[in-house]
Each structure stands twice: as C-alpha cells, then as structure tokens.
C-alpha cells in the first residue's frame, strides 16, 4: 500500500476545464480501489466552497501573508478520497474560471496564485502542514504544479515526485520581474532563478520546474511522449524533454466508465449496450429535438465537444463546412466555447444552414453526453492532441471517431483501412482541410453500409480504455520513483 499525494488545479466534477479534470478525478478514485491511501490538493476556489460539503478546517498555516492559509478537509464525490482544499481567499475565493476571468482573460495574478498553492502544497507533502500524513509519492499534474518538484529536491528526506505533463502547450511563463515579486512576497528561494533550474530564455517558467526536478515524468499516451521530444511538438522544451527521455513515460488516460457508460449514463434518454445499439436511435432524435433540426433516423448525424481553439482543429473543420454540408446529407452539432473567432465562425454556419447544422456555445456536461449518445460520428481532428477523452467516450458510446493521428488519438482509434479486423474509426495524418473532407466522405460511405458500419460500431464499443491497465502503468513509475529517491 502506498500514500499518494495528488496536486492539481482541478477535479471533476468539482471544478472542471478539461480532460485534466476527469484524469485528476478518475485515476485517484481507481488507485484507491486498488488498496492505496490517497489524498489530493486543490486550491479552494468558490465554486467548490459553495458545491463541497462538508468541509472541515484541519490547519492554518502562516505563509507570511497578512492572514494565515487555512486547510479545509473534505472528500471527493463519489470516490470518497480526501481532498484538502488550500483556502486563500485572495487568490482563489473569486467568480469566473480557475484559470481565468469572466471575460476570458488570464488572471492577472495567476503566478502568484499557483505559486502559493504550491508552496503550501509542498509543506503537506513534507508532513509540515500538522495534518499528519506523510505521503511517499506526489503526483503533480501540469504546470500549476510544477514548483512543487523544484521546492521538494531541496529536502532529505522527501518524498519521490512524479510530475504529469497533460498539455505542454500551457507551460506557466512569466517574467523576470514576476520571479522578483515572488520572491518578495513569498519567499521563493532564489537558486529557482537559473537554467539548470526554472530559468527559461530569460524568463520564469513553472512547467520547467516539474520537468528538471521531478524524479520521473509522465504524459498521457506513449506517442505523445514521443512527439514532445521533438521541436514541432516541444515548445523549446524537446531538449530537456529527450535528455530525460529514460525518466519519461507515456501512460494513457483512462475514461472514466461509472460516468462514460451508455447502459447506465443517467443524462441519457435511452440507456443502450453492445446488445442493443438499436436503442441508441432514440437518443438521435431526443437530440435532433434539441436542436430543432429535422427528425431523421436514417440521417448520418456528426458530433463536435471541446475547447474551441486551435489545438482541437477547428479551423481545418470550419474550412470544409460549407463544402461538407452543401454536398451531403448529413447532421453537424457542435458543442464548445474559446476563442471568440472559432465560436462565431461555427455559430454563423450554424445561422446558414439552419436545417443541417446547430452550434451550442458554453461548457454543458449534460450535452456532452447527449451528444455522445446521440451521434452517429465523433469529428476531433486535433493538430496535437496529449491524450484525448472524446474519443474515448465516443467508442464507449458506438459513435465513430473521425481524428487526426497525433498523440493519445494515434493510440487510441484504428482506422477502418489499415486494420479492418479491429478497426474502430477513421484517421488522417495530413494536417489539410482536404485530409479531414475526405476522411468523413470515407466514413460516410462506410455509414451506407449497415453491416460493416455495426461492425465498426461494436469494435469500438468492445475496446476496454478504462483506469484498470493504466492504472498499474501509474504504479510502475511510482516504484521507479521511490528507486531513484530512496537510492
Ligand atoms: P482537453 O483536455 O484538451 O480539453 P480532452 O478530450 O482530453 O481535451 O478532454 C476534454 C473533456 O472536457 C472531456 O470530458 C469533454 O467532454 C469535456 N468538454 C470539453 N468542452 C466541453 C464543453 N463545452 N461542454 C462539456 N464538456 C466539455
């Protein structure tokens, strides 16, 4: 048995933006179920004050700040595992996103936040924080954490560090002068400011620290640990990253089956199994009902849910749109909110073909799920894609993946021409709006063909992405961390 500390800055359902929500959520829940004493950190943000009770205040600690951080204990929905909630109200006490404001914007503070959270993260997990509990492992995710493994190497003893990198696109840089501040306010330790530790071309970086100091690093499916270690997919970082190569793994995400299964998912209209995929039709046209498009069984119906910014491929899908829904007979919905250009450009489509197409702009777990019961196909054609839920839940669900060959979608969906025997999808690599229009034309054709389509369908339906495998793979790096820290 193992005491593990997960730190991160968001956990479904509680506070949300992404797949690392689900991760930070799910993979805790499973290493629990498998015997393991775990416990996770979250900053305190409002939302979870006024959704998570109850709570209990089991710590204060002085941090030098006008007024003392207090620990607030709670346990997670669900699994049951205890989560310690770092309570600054300053910092995290506030409305709009963990990340960022209600218009969007970055907060303007979120150095200082994440550098906050970290430190008194790093003060649980030397058991400093009198909760005690000494953990033997931290897993730290994403760059909001990752001054905790550059805090932690300068303690003997300390526990060993895993830091999981769920997207190295968002990498936490800032500027010297901000490296300055904190330092002032909060007493970040100077020997951060170097190359050989958070220094970063001149500037500050937080994903730097997790990548230089943690014992061993993890992403979320083998090829995308192979791809950061090159410079299209490495933001400056492939160096480092290929220098550690031996210290990196690539683990898939799990999906989250209590939550993700179409015979028991409680937002669903009909529930449907491998045995009775008729039933998922129903669905269909609860959500074509929805969207006030026509009702058509026999319409071909695609699927979108995400962030609406560059990485998800939206601008390949908005160049084939009106080309795509001119010549077919087909169904588009549309699920996501982002960058503003992408949200109205699918909206005004939307407007265009109001018979065929229909855009909802915002975050609605409710929706996701409808759509992914609902769909015939999943369209993700992501320039880079970490891991990848969608696909994921859309396989679970018998809506075929349409996805680009990157990353955890490269892993994850066979496509119908290499392998007919497993196949579960459709794949492109050319990064093209005409790559993307001919793979849905390739499915489309496929979907006329009932028995090969039904075939294609329950592959995917049969294929086993949940916690369990991975899970073990979490285990195995955690042992390979307390090698090198017990060493
Ligand atoms: P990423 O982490 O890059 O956003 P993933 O596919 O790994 O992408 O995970 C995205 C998760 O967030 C999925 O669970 C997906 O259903 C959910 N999601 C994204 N956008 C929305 C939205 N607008 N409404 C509901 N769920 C969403």
Sequence with gaps: MKKILFIASEA?????????????????STLKKLGHDVRLVLP??????????????????????????????????????????????????R?????????????????????????????????????????????????????????????????ATVFTIHNLAYQGIYSHDTFKFLQ?????????????????????????????????????????????????????????LTHRREQLFGILNGADYTTWNPATDPYLHSNF????????????????NYFKLPIRADIPMLGMVGRLVEQKGCDLVLAILDELLN??????????????????????????????????IGFSEDLAH????????????????????????????GTVPIVRQTGGLADTVIDDNVDPAQANGFSFYDQTPVALLNTIERALLVFKDKTRW????????NADYSWNHSAQQYLDIYNKALGIVNK
Excluded at 15 to 27: A, P
Excluded at 95 to 111: E, L, M
Aim: aromatic share 10%.
């Design 44 to 93: 305190a943000y409002r939302i979870i004050l006024a959704d998570l009770q109850p709570l209990t205040m089991v710590a204060t600690i002085d941090m030098g700040l006008e007024y003392s951080i207090r620990i607030l204990q709670g346990t997670m929905p669900d699994s049951s595992v205890p989560v310690w909630l770092i309570d600054s109200p300053t910092h995290f006490d």
């Design 273 to 288: 199994d491998i045995d009775s995929i008729e039933k998922k039709s129903a669905n269909k046209k609860v959500l074509q």
């Design 370 to 397: 409808h759509i992914e019961g609902g769909c015939d196909m999943f369209i993700m054609p992501s320039r880079f894609e970490p891991c990848g839920l969608n696909q994921l839940y859309s396989l679970r669900y």
């Design 184 to 240: 002032q306010r909060l007493q970040l330790p100077e020997r951060l400011w170097s190359v050989e530790s958070m220094e970063f071309h001149g500037m500050f970086s937080f994903m730097k620290g997790g990548l230089i100091h943690a014992d061993i690093l993890n992403t979320v499916s083998p090829t995308y640990a192979e791809e950061i270690c090159t410079t299209e997919f490495g933001y400056g970082l492939d160096g480092l």
């Design 327 to 360: 010549k077919h007979d087909i169904q588009f919905v549309v699920l996501g909110s982002g960058e503003k250009k992408f949200e109205s450009a699918f909206s005004q489509v939307a407007k265009n073909f109001s018979e065929k197409m229909a855009v909802q």
């Design 454 to 461: 039904t075939t294609l369908v329950q592959q995917g339906m």
């Design 12 to 28: 479904a359902p509680l506070v949300k933006t992404g797949g690392l929500g689900d991760v930070v959520s799910s993979l805790p």
């Design 95 to 159: 409305d709009g996103g963990p990340y960022i404001d209600i218009n969007g914007d970055d907060w303007p503070d979120n150095a200082e936040r994440f550098a906050l959270f970290s430190l008194v993260a790093e003060r649980i997990a030397l058991n400093q924080a009198k909760l005690n509990w000494q953990p033997d492992i931290v897993n730290c995710n994403d760059w909001q954490t990752g001054l905790v493994p550059a805090l932690l190497v300068a303690h003997t003893p300390r526990p």
